[in-house]
Structures are given as C-alpha cells and as structure tokens.
C-alpha cells in the first residue's frame, strides 16, 4: 500500500520536561497513511531552519551553531557520518541526487559530490550568511541575510577545466531585508519562476533564467517559509505570528498567465485576504511542506506542534502531533520514489585537495531493455514495432499454384491421392454390398 | 428465698458473655463513649484565581472537553445547552470559537449516549453548525449515525434517525456519494426496520415486528426517512451544475477544472492511499453506479415491505406510499 511520509527535524532546548518524548531524538520520521504514526526516529541532531536535506539513502542535517554536518543512513537506522567543514552552516540543498550544496556563515557556498567526494567552494559572494538554498538540476539559487539572491550554473561549477574563481550568473536585489525562503517552479522551460520570501514583509516572484521580475506581492505579516504547489499555481506561506497564507499565481477568468502580464509587473500587489489561523496558539510557522497531491499542508511551529491544514477548505484541520521543541524543518516524501539505476550505499568524505575522484556507488537496477517496458513508456508507438508491423504487410505472399513443386507439397499431393484412391475403393464396396442387399430384399419378398 | 434467685441471676449476668445474635448489631459496652464528628466546612473544587475572568474560546474549549467526556448526564447536557447558547447568541458570519473540524469528532459520539436530554441537546447544537464544514466529515458523522441506527435501544435508533434527518438536509450529495455511505447505510436501514437483505424464500414471511410495541410508532418515520434518502441518492436533483462556457477564453477550456480545488480532500476518490475498498465502502458518485447497486442488492426487499405496509393502511400505509413514488420516480429511467 502507497503511503506518504514526512522528516521533521527539531532544533534542541525542549520546552517543557515532558516524559512521554524521548529527550535525545533529533530528527523524526512519520508515516501519514493509514493513520499517522512516527516510523523511525534520529538521535543527537540540532538543526537551524533549511538546514535538513534527505536523499533515498541518507539523511543529511547541518547542526545548529556547529561547523558540522550530521549523516543518518536510512537504510541502517544510525548516524553514519560526522563531517566537519571550515565554517559554520546555515543551510544545506541537494542537486539531484548526489550533489550536497551547503551555505555557510560567511556567505560561501560549498558544493560536495556525495559519490567521488570532490569539494568545491565559491568566493564570499555574500556578505552575510546563506541562510536559504533551492537547486535544480542545472541551476543553483542561494538567499542570504544581505538581501541579495545570486543564481550559479551548476555545469560551470563543476567543470573540471576552469581555473578562474566562480561568479553568479545574475543576482537579483530587490528585497529590502534578510531572505528568508527560496522555491523553485517545478517546469523544465527556460521560463522557470523562482519564489523568495524575506522579512519585509514580500514574497517576489522572478524567472531566474533572464533575471525578470514578475511580481511583487505585499503581505500583511513577515513570512518565514513557502510551499510551491506542484503545478506552480499558488504558493503557501507560513508566517511569524502561525498563520498561513495562499498566494495565487493564476486567475479562473483570464487567458493571459497574470505572472507574465508586462502591465502588472512594476506595481506590487496586496493580498487582501484573511490568514489561515490555528485554534491554539502554535508559535510561528517555522517549516512548510505540502502533500503529493497538493490537498494537505502542514506546519511545523516553534512551540513543537505539527499543524495539518486543508487546502480546498482553506482551513485547518488537526494537529497532527507535538515534538516539544520548535520543528524548524519539515520534508513531504514523495510516494512514488524516482528509482535510480546507482545509490551511494555509504558517502565518501570530501577531500579538499585536486587529484583523482573515484566514483563508489552501489548498482541497484540492471540496464538490459525489456522491450515491453520501453513499449510502454514510450510516446506513442515505438518506431520498431511501426517497422516491424509494417513490413509484416508488405512480406511475399505465397501464391497457391500447384506446378510449383516443392518437397512438402509433392508429399502433400501423394498422401492426397492415396487418400482418394481409398475413398473409392470403399466407394465400389458399399456399392456392392448395397446391390446384394436388394437383390436379397427384392429376392426374399 | 425467692428473691435470691433473682440477686442470683443478677450477679451470673455480670460475668456472662452477651449471646451474639444473628442480624442484629453487637450490643454497646458499658463504658462506649460516641466519637464520631460532623466536620462542618464547604468543599470548593479547583479555583484559578485570576482577577479576569477567562476569555469566552478558552471557556468554550473548558464546555466543549466537558460535554465529550464527563461522567454524569446532567453535566454533559448543560455544557451542550452552554455551547448552544453561545453559538446562536453570536452573529450568524462570524467564525466559530473552535474550528468545526476539532467540535465535530468530538461531540459526534453523543449521537451514541444513554440519556435522552443529552441526545436533543446535541441535535439542537448540530443544526448551529455551517453546512459546508458538516459535508467534509459526512463519513464520519454517518459511521456514528449508523451505529446508532443498529442499536439496541429503541430510543437511540429514533434519535439517530433524527441526526440522518439533519444530515440529509445539510450534505445530502456528500452523505450518498462518501465511502460506504450509499450501501452500508441502506444496509442499517434493512436491518433497523426488519426487511430482509437476503433473498431468501418467500414462504417465511419476515414477521411484521416493526409494527408492534413501542417501536410500532416510529415505522411509518423510518420509512418517510428512508424515502428521504433514496430520493437524495436516486433521484435527480433539479439544480445540476450548469457548465458556462466561457466563449471569450478561447484557447483554454474548462479552466476551472484546473485551479487549486476548492472541496475538501478532492482526490479521494482515486483511493491513492488507503487499503482497497469493497462494494460496500465504494464511493458511488454517479447516480447510475447507486442505480445499479440499489437494484442489484435492494430493490426487491424494498419493496415486497412496501407492498407489506401499504397493506397494513393507517400511518404505515401512507408513509409506504411516499416510499413508493420515491422508488419509481427513481428507477424510472434505470434499465438495468
């Protein structure tokens, strides 16, 4: 059975002595379906906000106050690796599957090859720390504390031929005040919208591609987190005082996508609508995720308490649980994990001096075709089974012609006539014994 | 010399042991002194002793947690008639204290309660409730609707068909549509007025017991509520969602369709994530798929009872004809 999950990490100091939660545990995972259960848990990790990043294998958590990053490997169950970096982290990201991206104190990035363990850092292209990162496959956006979103190339990043210092490809400085959150759209155009939210109290909608900004929008509290929905419509924040907020992107009457309306991108929009709130006071909404299909939201907030919030309702709808400490990140686990054809079964620690990278991953699946899979997955038909199909039509056609002689029709004809000559031998003998059976009748009578 | 027989005896009883006798309290000694006390003070249970008085959500919280879990009838029903009063006291658009969706499940288990005044109190607290938030918990409200429907005491089945009632008014697409609300609850609905389910032979006629005794009376009721079901979920309601077409967006159809939902939950009927559901826990949202259940499985115990209690006249005769335009009007155009 199909079941959805979440990862909730907690930054230490619990509020209260309460006895029913262990004291150690760091990092949880729940399990939402059939009922919510917590699955598994961590010890002995603290992290700061954006600071969680979990792969199909592993768990990767920055400590808070620390230069040190904690690796949990799921597939064990305990703390595989403590790696320790020259700076204290702020923020981790992942790109893919196998690149770490981490943001330090001093506004560095540090990107890290989980598989061959090569490490490379950028120059300080921030002033103050990286507190936020999203990253896609080709693209990385770091936010900092200075205000400023830098875009980097992950390609040129990585090239292994360049000598020269790394620089963002373009940054965008509109906000006024520390950034506090960053998503990325889920489209593979080059028309990609990229979401921040900082302290003053705005949420910026901007295609980081050509640097364009496409909307401003005013909010009536400082947002602290964002949810992108999974087809790019709206966009959830959490606020400082618990409340939720939903930002759309897209209007039911208009042809035009009102993001890429040139007329409306210089005036900031207010959102007038009311917040969503909770019944109890949670504290402020320090962590976001919404579910698969996008119907469920939930929260995590400073006083411990996971909120879950309906979407099509615009309301909230239970508490989910209470972790007794502030929940400062919260990762939605897909249902349907992508499977990749290698895993990292352990990381390789990164090395910081040039060399040779031995790449160490495990085979998961085997690469021979199965023609019925690639069948399937393929758009439309398969141009061999078309060719295929084809030339069955287009194949000689046996033409039945009996002076054609072949050795197994000259058999064929043989066994035919034996055959016939059998047929009227028998023929002649009912014959012959019907002739007699009247004579005896017309000769009995 | 007769007197020394009494002095005697006198002196014989101080030293004899009183005869303990059976039933009766052993007697007093000579020298008992009573030390029993009557404490004269007033108990005061927990106080909080602010100079606020507490703010009315925390007191509707301190009602609402009462009403679900106390002990004693009297205490729950006073704290349902308190949150009665304070919801119809406020104006009808504001919000509610408490979110519907922590009030529902909650106070829904009432529906289930012994005493009768506990019963009424909640039905006149439900009907305070919004419509749209009752609709989201339909499942919910009818699994506990259900249970009081198939309960043993009289008074808690009438009650609960009271609560259908209310449902019925509130969210009738979303009580037939929801998983297992069509079958399960036709299901309750056979085995609460005696009509049998199975098709068994005809010659043991099911004895007419709902029309005996006390629960005599509330079979004409069950059957107009069962006709106002069947109507819910087989006939056709007169206001179907018109589709405009929006002519001047040319390019894009059915935008609508393509925004952030705006029900509760919208996906569920893909069942991603719950175990596999049978016939019965099915979610029927076409009328045709109900059409079809209800003839394949109901249809025909339906209506040999109808033709039962039409026959008996009176009350019974014509609530079974309401029943009876309701099933015709409803499997009309059915061709099964």
Redesign the interface.
Known sequence: ????GLITSIRAHPKSANTAIAKDVGIYLHE???SHIIKSSFKKSSTPVNALVATSTHIFAAQADKAVVHIYSRERGNQEALVSFPERLHSLALVGDGILVLGTAEGRVILWEICTGRQISTPNAHLQAVSCIAATQSHLTTGSEDSNIHVWSVPRLFSLASNETQQPLRSLSNHRAAVTSLALGHSSSTTNICVSASRDNTVIVWNYHSGDLLRTFLLPATPLCLAL?P?D??VYAGFEDGSLQ?I?F?Q????LNPLYDANLQTTPVQITETPWTA?SEPGAALCIGLS????CLFSGHATGKIAQW????R????ELADLNAPVTNLLTLS?FPKQKLTRPSTVVKPKLGEGQYVFTAQLSKSITDNSFEAAINHQGLPTEMLEDAISRFYGPIAAPSYSTSSSGDEKLRQENEELWKVVNEQRALQKQTFEKYTKLKSGGT | MGSSARKKKEKRKDFKKPKLKVGKTKAKADNFTDTSFKAKSIVVNQQSLTTAAPSSSSQFAHYLSLASSSKSDTQRRDALSYLTTQLSSQPVNDPLPLPTAILLPKLLPLILDGSASVRTQLLKFLRLLPPADVGDRAEQALLYTRAGMTHLAAEIRVDALAVLEWLLEVAKEDIVTCPGGWVKTLKSFMSMMGWAVTSGSSKWTSASKASFGKAGKSFPRQMLVLSQFLKAGLVESEAEASVTANAGLYPLVDVERHMIPTRSNAFAHLNLFGSSRDEEGEMYIDREDRQMVFQKRFQAPVEVGMENARKEAGEAGRAAVVLKKVLVDGMADYNG
């Open positions: 059975m199909l079941s959805e939402l379906h059939p929905d087809c419509r709206a939903l759309e897209l039911p009457k208009s042809t019944p698969y299909d996008g119907t309906d979407t099509g309702r309301a909230f709808s239970l249902p």
